[in-house]
């Protein structure tokens, strides 16, 4: 009985690399705008791919209006058409800060999947991964905006500063929003799970939309809540937007937020950057 033995199979390592490898010029490095938007179009892909994300922006808004409304209406002004030009700027400051808090969950669900770790080895501007979501955000929010100002028209809100002061008002919001995001950021870096993302989000957002004068005027709180709510940051973008929407600009409330704004970027921006090179 006899063994064959087959020949080893000798490759031309040199012809294979020379086929794999692209023999013209690199390509040159994607700029930080291109790759951000990039990145802002990929989150947006998201929410096409699973529409049910849009119920924070479409259905709860109306829920709390009409709830809130009907409800309290009655109790808090006298009638239903006055309570609606006091509540509508407060829904509105309320669900757009509620939805900054996705920015965070979505970056959580990514580094959990390892999707975070391929883009970390790609050669592009890094930050794009946060700016871009960021910027795709600014989308929910103009949503958001639109359903509960529409809302609001048809039910009989009346901006009194016209078209001008609401732009105002929603632009203070949106400078907030955007510098509430950097904290949901920092979250979905720190936190193990998007679920503690979540419950932390909640955690904080609770007492700050709550216990603020988005429902009810302050003064008809309990004096040792009014503290608390004077100085809550909701409260003031409420108060600053209110102003605005209403033609009668509060200017403290409004520095009060832009330098909230500007201490939480200054804040939580550096952290995120840092956090997002150092990965735990």
């Known amino acids: 009985m006899s063994t064959t033995h087959d020949a080893p199979i000798v490759?031309?390592?040199?012809?294979?690399?020379?086929?794999?490898?692209a023999s013209g010029d690199r390509p040159p490095r994607p700029s930080a705008v291109s790759t951000s938007l990039t990145f802002a179009w990929r989150a947006l892909l998201k929410i096409r791919h699973i529409p049910e994300q849009l119920l924070d922006v479409t259905v709860f808004p109306v829920m709390f209006l009409l709830m809130f409304t009907y409800l309290f209406g009655g109790a808090?002004?006298?009638?239903?058409?006055?309570?609606?030009?006091?509540?509508?700027?407060?829904?509105?400051?309320?669900q757009v800060a509620w939805i900054s808090?996705?920015?965070?969950h979505t970056l959580n669900r990514d580094i959990t999947k390892g999707v975070h770790d391929r883009f970390r080895s790609l050669p592009l501007w890094q930050p794009s991964t946060l700016v871009g979501p960021l910027?795709?955000?600014?989308?929910?929010?103009?949503?958001?905006?639109?359903?509960?100002?529409?809302?609001?028209?048809?039910?009989?809100?009346r901006p009194g500063a016209g078209v001008s002061g609401l732009l105002l008002g929603i632009a203070v919001l949106l400078?907030?929003?955007?510098?509430?995001?950097?904290?949901?950021?920092?979250?979905g870096l720190l936190l193990r799970s998007e679920n503690a993302v979540f419950s932390v989000g909640n955690m904080v957002m609770?007492?700050?939309t709550f216990v603020?004068?988005?429902?009810?005027?302050?003064?008809?709180?309990?004096?040792?809540?009014?503290?608390?709510?004077?100085?809550n940051p909701v409260t003031l973008v409420v108060t600053s937007v209110r102003g605005f929407?209403?033609?009668?600009?509060?200017?403290?409330?409004?520095?009060?937020?832009l330098a909230i704004s500007a201490v939480l970027v200054a804040v939580f921006g550096p952290l995120t950057m840092w956090l997002y090179r150092h990965p735990r």
């Open 76 to 94: 808090v002004a006298g009638s239903t058409g006055a309570y609606l030009q006091e509540v509508v700027p407060g829904i509105l400051v309320m």
């Open 245 to 257: 929407v209403h033609g009668d600009p509060q200017a403290g409330a409004t520095v009060a937020v």
């Open 175 to 187: 400078v907030f929003s955007f510098s509430l995001s950097w904290i949901w950021t920092t979250a």
């Open 135 to 157: 910027l795709a955000d600014s989308a929910r929010y103009t949503m958001a905006s639109t359903v509960i100002l529409g809302l609001g028209f048809v039910l009989g809100f």
């Open 101 to 104: 808090m996705y920015t965070g």
């Open 212 to 231: 603020s004068n988005v429902f009810v005027p302050t003064e008809t709180l309990p004096g040792w809540l009014q503290g608390f709510v004077r100085v």
């Open 11 to 21: 490759y031309d390592v040199d012809a294979i690399v020379a086929v794999a490898v």
């Open 206 to 208: 609770f007492p700050l």
